[in-house]
């Protein structure tokens, strides 16, 4: 089958802001630095003992893509407010003809998915919910969750997220659905399906009591990870906003209300913590650094794990769908668009290269993006 549709050229799985001579008037969209290429990579390549210029140099780096991840909005205080939002239109419908909107390409897409069976991936933070200040109140709405237990009843449904797995299903609070925490290093899957052979794969039961099969591919990393959120806890107590959250197989450190000109503290106290645990490493996300195990997992892999224990890969009457917002969310988009797979949906109010091949403005249009497929499927005779 042929997705590749208009999207011709791989694209960059970092997310760094788009190149400013790609789009109209976007030097309205300010970054704070010009936008250095961040490899997250690095770290899994340079040693981790202290050696002066090069530690300094790593932790300038990681404070360069912190800001670089970080549009300055653009507000009325700074710009007159209707000339500034003009443009930024601009700009993003300009990127919309590489991201076309899931809402304005639904027929396409179901066109597409005529006689195949649609599995459903959702991330969680900006994606079900919108993105606020404090993570520990990332609520989605009551009209968000009755979608997602409508859209769950009529397709397989998984949520993945960055998230401990059982935090994100504490906010999401429904049943009928699989859950993966700790970008995919958790997964809460069927039991009839997962091989038991398959080693870090051990039988459990859900809340319900009900038998699953519970995927932890980083389970020895759990005292490390703990040890680590003690210390990261312990190094960032003194900087006012920071905040350190335990997702149980990785750690972020939110830097979101913490004033700009600390960020540079914050990327050192991480640094001088992950510096002697040459296993783990560090990924950006928004308004994040995320600490995770140097494993060769990530929630493409967590998706196509998903998609074999539900009996649902290799096989061309299925169409897998990802709905994503982070820079974790463009393992999956890739692995669907290498594929040939499925459709990436990229959710962002702001022009940014992706691996996805749609585009949805917030979680609002994914809401209606759900509702759309559940009433095309209860409309539509197959
Ligand atoms: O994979 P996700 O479900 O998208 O999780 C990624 C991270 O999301 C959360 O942080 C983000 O959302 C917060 C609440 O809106 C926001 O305050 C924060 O700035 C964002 O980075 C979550 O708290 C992290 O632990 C997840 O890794």
């Known amino acids: 089958m042929d997705l ?22 976007s030097s309205l969209l300010q970054y704070s630095s010009p936008a250095p290429v961040f490899s997250p990579n690095l770290l899994l390549t340079v040693p981790r003992k202290k050696t002066g210029i090069l530690d300094d140099v790593r932790a300038s780096s990681w404070l360069d893509a912190m800001k670089s991840s970080s549009p300055r909005h653009t507000s009325t205080r700074d710009y007159n407010h209707e000339i500034v939002s003009a443009d930024t239109d601009v700009a993003y419908r300009t990127w919309m003809a590489k991201y076309p909107s899931a809402l304005s390409s639904f027929e396409q897409i ?36 009755a979608a997602v237990a409508k859209v769950a009843k009529y397709f397989p449904t998984a949520i993945i997220s960055g998230r401990s797995r059982d935090k994100v299903y504490d906010f999401v609070g429904l049943t009928d659905l699989y859950y993966a925490g700790s970008h995919g290093m958790d997964i809460m899957g069927p039991v009839r399906e997962l091989s038991d052979d398959s080693p870090n794969c051990i039988r459990s039961t859900d809340k319900q009591g009900k038998g699953v099969k519970l995927f932890q591919p980083a389970s020895e990393f759990l005292p490390m990870i703990d ?34 000109k600390n960020w540079k503290t914050v990327a050192e106290c991480v640094h001088d913590v992950i510096r002697n645990y040459p296993r783990l490493r560090l990924s950006h996300g928004r308004k994040v650094l995320e600490v995770r195990p140097v ?13 074999e224990s539900l009996g649902l890969s290799n096989h061309d009457d299925v169409l897998p769908i990802y709905v994503g917002d982070d820079r974790t969310d463009e393992d999956a988009f890739k692995v669907l668009r290498e594929g040939n797979l499925g459709y990436g949906i990229l959710v962002s109010s702001a ?32």
């Not at 590749?4 to 008037?25: E, M, Y």
């Not at 929630?299 to 794990?305: D, E, Q, V």
């Open 351 to 382: 022009p940014k290269e992706s691996n996805a091949f749609f585009s949805l403005r917030d979680p609002q249009e994914v809401m209606e993006f759900l509702k759309s497929l559940v009433n095309w499927k209860k409309t539509s005779v197959l």
């Open 227 to 260: 040890e680590v959120f003690n210390s990261l806890v312990n190094s960032t107590k003194e900087i006012k906003g920071a905040k350190v959250e335990n997702n149980k197989f990785c750690v972020s450190v939110h830097y979101r209300n913490v004033d700009e």
């Open 4 to 25: 590749k549709s208009n999207h011709t050229a791989p694209v960059l799985a970092d997310p760094a802001p788009i190149s400013k001579s790609r789009l109209v008037a």
């Open 110 to 145: 179901t066109n597409f998915a005529k006689g195949k069976r649609i599995a459903l991936f959702l991330d969680y933070d900006g994606t079900l919910s919108p993105i606020v200040d404090n993570p520990d109140f990332a609520f989605m709405s009551i009209d968000m969750r």
């Open 295 to 307: 494993i060769d997992w990530d929630k493409g892999k967590a998706l196509t794990f998903l998609l």
